[in-house]
């Protein structure tokens, strides 16, 4: 993630042996040894991470729940990145692409289901985004499929989510042509981001389920 306070000490994204999740931790170039875990999650793994430039602290660290969750350790940030989220919608995902040097603003980049990437200028106690581009334009000219998240509980008791999009204008139809679109390796996972290939074949009216 970044440089620690200490010569030779970084801040590091890592499950060391024994740990059940992906966490923070200050790992010694030195002696290559991991110290204590600095933020972890009861839950999920941590994808995302930031420092400051003092190394003294964990700017944020960022989860997938279905979409990217962050929390920041400035609470005025996260309550204004958490209304910025909610006016995009509840399947909506806010990464800090970058900021500049006193983090008082913000290069945002926010996708979905139904949003290809896009970037954004936020200046911390304004009230608007400011569009800086979009990657694929066009497609926001273009019906969007339906999104849900679905639920279930597996023969072994565990508790399962995938997501279903439904092509745009397909109503209550239930017999629709169905394309399962399986995660690869035991340790992966799919969450709610802009999926072109979701995209495509929802416009040839297939329903997917990941």
Same mark, same amino acid.
């Given at each position: 993630?970044?440089?620690?306070?200490?010569?030779?000490?970084?801040?590091?994204?890592?499950?060391?042996?024994?740990?059940?999740?992906?966490?923070?931790?200050?790992?010694?170039?030195?002696?290559?040894?991991?110290?204590?875990?600095?933020?972890?999650?009861?839950?999920?793994?941590?994808?995302?991470?930031?420092?400051?430039?003092?190394?003294?602290?964990?700017?944020?660290?960022?989860?997938?729940?279905?979409?990217?969750?962050?929390?920041?350790?400035?609470?005025?940030?996260?309550?204004?990145?958490?209304?910025?989220?909610?006016?995009?919608?509840?399947?909506?995902?806010?990464?800090?692409?970058?900021?500049?040097?006193?983090?008082?603003?913000?290069?945002?980049?926010?996708?979905?289901?139904?949003?290809?990437?896009?970037?954004?200028?936020?200046?911390? =106690?304004?009230?608007?985004?400011? +569009?800086?581009?979009?990657?694929?334009?066009? !497609?926001? %000219?273009?019906?969007? *499929? &339906?999104?849900?998240?679905?639920?279930?509980?597996?023969?072994?008791?565990?508790?399962?989510? =995938?997501?279903?999009?439904?092509? +745009?204008?397909?109503?209550?139809?239930?017999? !629709?042509? %169905?394309?399962?679109? *399986? &995660?690869?390796?035991?340790?992966?996972?799919?969450?709610?981001?802009?999926?072109?290939?979701?995209?495509?074949?929802?416009?040839?009216?297939?329903?997917?389920?990941?």
């Amino acid at each position: 993630i970044g440089p620690g306070d200490q010569p030779g000490d970084y801040y590091v994204l890592a499950r060391p042996d024994g740990a059940a999740r992906t966490g923070i931790y200050r790992f010694s170039i030195a002696n290559g040894l991991f110290g204590e875990p600095v933020v972890e999650h009861p839950t999920f793994d941590l994808t995302d991470a930031a420092v400051s430039r003092d190394g003294k602290t964990v700017l944020y660290y960022c989860f997938v729940v279905h979409v990217l969750e962050c929390r920041f350790s400035d609470t005025r940030i996260d309550e204004q990145l958490a209304r910025v989220r909610g006016s995009m919608g509840p399947y909506t995902n806010v990464r800090v692409a970058s900021s500049s040097l006193n983090f008082d603003t913000l290069l945002l980049l926010i996708d979905g289901p139904n949003q290809p990437p896009a970037w954004f200028r936020y200046k911390l =106690g304004s009230s608007r985004l400011e +569009s800086l581009g979009t990657s694929q334009p066009d !497609l926001h %000219l273009l019906p969007t *499929p &339906h999104v849900s998240v679905v639920s279930w509980t597996a023969r072994d008791g565990m508790k399962i989510s =995938g997501y279903l999009s439904r092509p +745009s204008g397909a109503g209550t139809v239930k017999r !629709l042509p %169905l394309v399962v679109m *399986p &995660h690869g390796g035991p340790e992966d996972r799919d969450s709610l981001g802009f999926d072109a290939t979701v995209q495509y074949l929802s416009a040839r009216g297939y329903a997917v389920f990941q």
